[in-house]
C-alpha cells in the first residue's frame, strides 16, 4: 500500500514536470518592473547559396542548432547523425528550421557546405549552414551557451562542444541536449514537442 | 532435478550466452571504437554520403586490398572521387593492429567473411608505400 502511494505519488511529480513550459534559459534581468531574458543578438551569416542570412528569415519560426566544421574528426559526425533524426521526424513541419553554423570560415566556403548539405541528402530551405569571418561564428556560439574557439592542440584545429540548441520564436534559447549522446537527444525530443505545442495550441 | 543436471543445464545456458557475445577480434573492436566510430559510426553505418557505411557497400567492399593504406595514411578529398572530407590517418597504427581493424569490421558487417592474414596486410602497405 505504501508503494502505491509512493507510485502515486511519483507519477503525480513527474506529470506536473511534463506540464510545465520549458523554461527560458540564460541570464535574465529586470528592468523597469519587466524581466529581461536573455536572446540570441542580431547576425548575419553566408549561408551554403553565398546569400547573408539574419534573424528576419528565422522570423516566425523555431530552430535547431549546433555547431561544427567539416574537416572535425572527433564529435561532429556524431553530432550531425542525432541533428539527421530530428530532421527526418521534423522535416515537413512548418514552424521548425535547422541551422547549423561552421565555426571553420577558412576552409567551410558557401560552396564547401552546399555540397555538404547535399551529400548529406537535406532540403536547405529547411536545414540551413551558415558561416562566417571565424569571430562572428565564435562570438555567437557563446549566445547558444556553446564553446567554440581554435585550439591548436585539438584534432582538427578547433575545441568545441556538441550541443543541440532549440531556439523559439522570440529567440530564447529554451532547452538544449549533448548531440554525441543519443539517450540525451532522445529526451530533447520531447522539449522539441513541448515548444512546438506552446505555438499549435 | 539433482545438483548434477542443475550445474550442466547452468552450464550449458552460459554457454549459449558467452556464444552470442564472443568476439573474435576483441582488440579490433576496441581499436575500431578508438579510431573510426566517431565518424563510421559504432554500427558502420557512416553518415549519408558523406561518410560511407562499411557494411557491406560497395564503396568499402571494391577497395579491398587498399584498406590498410586507407587506414594509416588516410584519404584526401579530391573532386574527382566521391570523397568530400578528408579521413585523417592514423600512421601510429601497427601493421597487426591494422589487420586487426579490417578482421573485425569484416567479421562484424561483410558477408563474405574472411580473415585477412598479417602477411596480406604487410603486402598491401608495401603496395601503396610504392605508389607514393
Known amino acids: ?201 | 532435478m539433482n545438483i548434477k543436471s542443475k550445474l550442466v543445464i547452468s552450464l550449458l545456458t552460459l554457454a549459449a550466452f558467452s556464444h552470442c557475445t564472443y568476439e573474435p577480434y576483441p582488440q579490433g573492436k576496441e581499436l575500431y571504437e578508438a579510431y573510426c566510430s566517431n565518424c563510421h559510426s559504432s554500427d558502420g553505418t557512416g553518415l549519408k554520403d558523406l561518410i560511407p557505411d562499411i557494411r557491406n557497400s560497395t564503396y568499402y567492399s571494391t577497395r579491398k586490398s587498399q584498406l590498410a593504406c586507407i587506414i594509416k595514411h588516410g584519404l584526401v578529398a579530391q573532386d574527382s572521387t566521391q570523397v568530400i572530407m578528408d579521413m585523417p590517418p592514423a600512421p601510429k597504427l601497427s601493421n597487426f593492429e591494422i589487420s586487426n581493424i579490417i578482421n573485425y569490421i569484416n567479421h562484424q558487417w561483410n558477408e563474405d567473411f574472411k580473415e585477412v592474414l598479417i602477411l596480406d596486410i604487410d603486402a598491401d602497405l608495401e603496395n601503396c608505400v610504392n605508389q607514393k
Open chain 1, 1 to 201: 500500500m505504501k508503494q502505491l502511494a509512493f507510485l502515486i505519488l511519483l507519477s503525480g511529480f513527474l506529470s506536473c514536470k511534463d506540464q510545465d513550459p520549458l523554461p527560458i534559459l540564460g541570464r535574465s534581468f529586470e528592468e523597469n518592473g519587466v524581466t529581461i531574458h536573455h536572446t540570441i543578438p542580431d547576425f548575419s551569416l553566408l549561408n551554403q547559396d553565398s546569400v547573408y542570412v539574419s534573424n528576419a528569415d528565422l522570423e516566425n519560426h523555431i530552430y535547431i542548432s549546433d555547431f561544427f566544421f567539416m574537416s572535425c574528426p572527433t564529435i561532429c559526425p556524431r553530432v550531425k547523425k542525432q541533428m539527421l533524426r530530428l530532421y527526418d521526424t521534423y522535416k515537413n513541419d512548418a514552424l521548425i528550421k535547422f541551422v547549423s553554423h561552421s565555426i571553420d570560415g577558412k576552409r567551410d566556403t558557401p560552396s564547401a557546405l552546399k555540397q555538404y548539405a547535399y551529400n548529406l541528402d537535406v532540403d536547405t530551405e529547411k536545414w540551413m549552414f551558415l558561416t562566417g569571418n571565424r569571430g562572428d561564428v565564435i562570438d555567437i556560439a557563446d549566445d547558444y551557451f556553446v564553446a567554440a574557439f581554435e585550439d591548436s592542440d585539438a584534432p582538427g584545429g578547433f575545441d568545441h562542444s556538441g550541443k543541440i540548441i532549440l531556439v523559439d520564436k522570440n529567440r530564447h534559447v529554451r532547452a538544449f541536449c549533448e548531440g554525441t549522446d543519443p539517450d540525451d537527444v532522445t529526451e530533447f525530443f520531447g522539449d522539441v514537442q513541448k515548444l512546438l505545442n506552446e505555438y499549435k495550441k
